[in-house]
Nanobody, 124 residues
Framework: QVQVVESGGGSVQSGGSLRLSCTAS????????IAWFRQAPGKEREEVSC????????YLADFVKGRFTISRDSAKNTVQLQMNSLKPDDTAVYYC?????????????????WGQGIQVTVSS
């Protein structure tokens, strides 16, 4: 069964850190571009970060630059999103998505596989 599963979410205070993991089963993440999206209540889903499968280049949205990093762990078939200096505005459901298109895209419709989402809550 092909699927991706997120883990590592939870509740933290402003300024805290969390590390999200996206783990795949049924396929190798190395051959897919992997993105993290998030969706807050009443807002559209937005891309947070992505890592391509071509040269490993990464993308970070302006609102997380300097605070979040994305990385692959090929041995564990996992992509991680390290989130530091969290703010209340980061509160959302975070989704992992994979596309066989190799490159990163901001349009959620281009992604083939999605996790179920995981809650991140940052309190002030």
């Amino acid at each position: 069964q092909v699927q991706v599963v997120e883990s590592g979410g939870g509740s933290v205070q402003s300024g805290g850190s969390l590390r999200l993991s996206c783990t795949a089963s049924g396929f190798a993440l190395d051959y897919y571009a992997i993105a993290w999206f998030r969706q807050a209540p009443g807002k559209e889903r937005e891309e947070v970060s992505c890592v391509s499968s071509t040269d490993g280049s990464t993308y970070l949205a302006d609102f997380v630059k300097g605070r979040f990093t994305i990385s692959r762990d090929s041995a564990k078939n996992t992509v991680q999103l390290q989130m530091n200096s969290l703010k209340p505005d980061d509160t959302a459901v975070y989704y992992c998505a994979a596309t066989g298109g190799l490159l990163c895209y901001s349009n959620p419709l281009t992604y083939d596989y999605w996790g179920q989402g995981i809650q991140v809550t940052v309190s002030s």
